[in-house]
């Protein structure tokens, strides 16, 4: 299976900021990188597909980039409703796997 | 409004059994795949199983496979998830998603969850 791995695991920043959130594959898996955000309670939501494709009504604050095996995703300027846990999930292979998320914290 | 709704979670106890629903609504089900996700107390998501749309294909994490089978039914437009010889491991809040237009889109739509405790 590939592996998908995060980092960091959690960070803290305020309002304003930007901020990076990396994740790495195992193996190659070319622009099938997706990101989530989720927040307790709630249902996880689509935020990139394919590495840099922003979901319909997602704000532009938020992209992404990379390929191969390094990805990463970049929120321009933190605002509030922001404050979550992000996943990244591959789709290279059918036997889809997860980052272990990054839970982003208010500073 | 493209909607899940998922149902059938409850408590059972280890080695027991459950079967999970996930209603859709608002787009021509038998023509996306359809993936469960769970996820355990104080942890990440975690990838279960997937369909195809036609429900020709299936697809299962290893921590689940050979006791877990989804399925669908395109006359009701509601995917299920038949869990067997559950575990305290498999306690947590299971989301059914609805795939992209391509499989490798991601997971575009998904339900609030349903909770299973698996407990004696």
């Known amino acids: 299976d590939i592996q998908m791995t995060q980092s960091p695991s959690s960070m803290s920043a305020s309002v304003g900021d930007r901020v990076t959130i990396t994740c790495r594959a195992s193996q190659s898996i070319s622009m099938y990188l997706n990101w989530y955000q989720h927040k307790p309670g709630n249902a996880p939501k689509l935020l990139i597909y394919t590495s840099t494709t922003l979901q319909s009504g997602v704000p532009s604050r938020f992209s992404g980039s990379g390929s191969g095996t390094d990805f990463t995703l970049t929120i321009s300027s933190l605002q509030p409703e922001d404050f979550a846990t992000y996943y990244c999930?591959?789709?290279?292979?059918?036997?889809?796997?997860f980052g272990q998320g990054t839970r982003l914290e208010i500073k | 409004e493209v909607q899940l709704l998922e149902s059938g979670g409850g408590l059972v106890h280890p080695g027991g059994s459950l079967r999970l629903s996930c209603a859709a609504s608002g787009f021509p089900f038998s023509s996306y795949a359809m993936s469960w996700v769970r996820q355990a107390p104080g942890k990440g998501l975690e990838w279960v199983s997937a369909i195809s749309g036609s429900g020709g294909g299936t697809y299962y994490a290893d921590s689940v496979k050979g006791r877990f089978t989804v399925s669908s039914d395109s006359s009701t437009n509601t995917l299920f998830l038949q869990m067997n010889n559950l575990t305290v491991e498999d306690t947590a809040i299971y989301f059914c998603?609805?795939?992209?237009?391509?499989?490798?889109?991601?997971?575009?739509?998904w339900g609030q969850g349903t909770t299973v405790t698996v407990s004696s």
């Open positions: 999930q591959q789709s290279f292979s059918t036997l889809y796997t």
């Open positions: 998603a609805k795939q992209g237009r391509y499989y490798f889109y991601g997971m575009d739509v």
